[in-house]
């Protein structure tokens, strides 16, 4: 059974840091590709970053976030993370990390399989 499982949320203040992790388990983790995705309410889902699950990861990151959000991952722990650096009120979101099960890890892919949700509050 494939589990995405995302921790890391919480509320900080603008300026601030959070780590998001998803660990992964119930597939094979490696040579797929793993994205992190953002939804506010009464908007639409954003694609925030994604990452190709091999030893040279090949990564993406939306513009709105470039320079502040990096995307890594950990391949024995199968878990991918998303350290999130002076975060902003518009960051708020409920932060969804989602699996990919193929080798092309590129924008408008359908993702297989997704995790509950993390939420993360910013305030000014």
């Known amino acids: 059974q494939v589990q995405l499982v995302e921790s890391g949320g919480g509320s900080v203040q603008a300026g601030g840091s959070l780590r998001l992790s998803c660990a992964a388990s119930?597939?094979?983790?490696?040579?797929?590709?793993m994205g992190w995705f953002r939804q506010a309410p009464g908007k639409e889902r954003e694609a925030v970053a994604r990452?190709?699950?091999?030893?040279?990861?090949?990564?993406y990151v939306a513009d709105s976030v470039k320079g502040r959000f990096t995307i890594s991952q950990d391949i024995p722990k199968k878990t991918v993370y998303l350290q999130m650096n002076s975060l902003k009120p518009e960051d708020t979101a409920m932060y969804y990390c989602?699996?990919?099960?193929?080798?092309?890890?590129?924008?408008?892919?359908?993702?297989?399989?997704w995790g509950q949700g993390t939420q993360v509050t910013v305030s000014s």
């Open positions: 119930g597939y094979t983790y490696t040579s797929n590709c």
């Open positions: 990452i190709y699950t091999t030893t040279y990861g090949v990564t």
């Open positions: 989602a699996a990919a099960l193929t080798r092309i890890c590129d924008t408008g892919i359908e993702y297989n399989y």
